[in-house]
């Protein structure tokens, strides 16, 4: 029987879409039989998509994605990160089936939270791996700009204000408003780099070789520092914060 995290459950189920739960054993066992898996444990963690372990005929140890409904947009632009990176700095993209919501991708191992006990070093390990990934992308490719996103949590953030009984003051929303409307003007494709948008430490996995690759990169365009603001919180005061300019990158473009 295949095991539903009860996070990726209740979100299915207050989404509407609980005639999909009834679905997604066919879904699972259809690509395990089209792309020659052994299906094993479930990963735990999310609620965004079914993540369980799989083995390929040859060995090779993957783990398979199927995303909730609602989810296929994102779904794409995450595919498309992941073959532009091409298994630089993110886990490698074996297979994907779009239609369903599914991605076949590197098995990875420990969160580098698990791993590297030192928040400073873990920092800058999270920086040099987000640096890894950033590339060129020409605005031809179909993905979201930082512009884009603010444009989103703009829309976003005045309902989750109210549907959350006002949690903060209207000062803070009209700020952080703000800051989303300053953003969107600052964004310059000139400047813009294929970046992850969430480099926290449960996203960063260590891979077969002992280094580590990012998991479930965002896909978007935008500029460098995009990637920087999340990693922070691996420092938990100013005293460990990394050598500025560790990037490689000019301040002026990050």
Same mark, same amino acid.
């Given at each position: =029987? %295949? ?21 997604? *054993? ?5 690509? /395990? ?10 990963? &735990?963690?999310? +609620?965004?998509?079914?993540?369980? #372990? ?23 632009? #995450?595919?498309?990160? %992941? ?11 074996? &297979? ?13 191992? /420990?969160?580098?939270? @698990?791993?590297?006990?030192? !928040?400073?070093?873990? +920092?800058? =390990? =999270? ?11 020409? !605005?031809?490719? @179909? ?16 309902? %989750? ?12 929303? #009209? ?6 409307? &300053?953003?969107?003007?600052? +964004? ?7 970046? +992850?948008?969430?480099?926290?430490? %449960?996203?960063?996995?260590?891979? /077969? @070789? ?19 603001? *999340?990693?922070?919180?691996?420092? *938990? ?8 300019? &560790? ?8």
């Amino acid at each position: =029987m %295949l095991d539903i995290p009860d996070e990726v459950w209740n979100k299915v189920v207050a989404d509407g879409n609980a005639a999909w739960l009834d679905e997604l *054993p066919s879904i699972v066992e259809s690509l /395990a039989q089209e792309w020659s898996l052994t299906i094993g444990a479930t990963l &735990r963690g999310g +609620h965004a998509a079914l993540v369980v #372990e799989a083995t390929l005929a040859d060995g090779t140890a993957a783990v398979l994605k199927v995303g909730v409904p609602g989810t296929q947009r994102d779904l794409t632009f #995450e595919a498309t990160a %992941l073959r532009l990176a091409d298994g630089d700095g993110c886990a490698s993209l074996l &297979r994907d089936d779009l239609d369903r919501g599914a991605l076949l991708l590197e098995r990875l191992g /420990a969160a580098i939270c @698990d791993v590297v006990p030192d !928040p400073a070093t873990r +920092h800058d =390990m =999270m920086c040099d791996v987000a640096v890894r990934l950033w590339r060129p992308v020409s !605005p031809d490719v @179909d993905l979201p700009t930082g512009a884009d996103k603010t444009r989103e949590y703009s829309d976003l953030l005045p309902r %989750l204000w109210e549907e959350t009984g006002q949690a903060c003051s209207e000062a803070t929303v #009209e700020d952080a408003l703000a800051c989303l409307d &300053r953003r969107r003007c600052a +964004h310059d494709d000139r400047h813009a780099v294929l970046v +992850h948008g969430d480099v926290h430490d %449960l996203n960063v996995l260590q891979a /077969a @070789d002992g280094t580590f690759k990012l998991i479930d990169p965002g896909g978007l365009r935008a500029e460098r520092a995009c990637d920087l603001a *999340p990693s922070s919180d691996a420092i *938990p005061t100013p005293a460990t914060t990394c050598t500025p300019g &560790r990037s490689g990158w000019p301040p002026t473009l990050v």
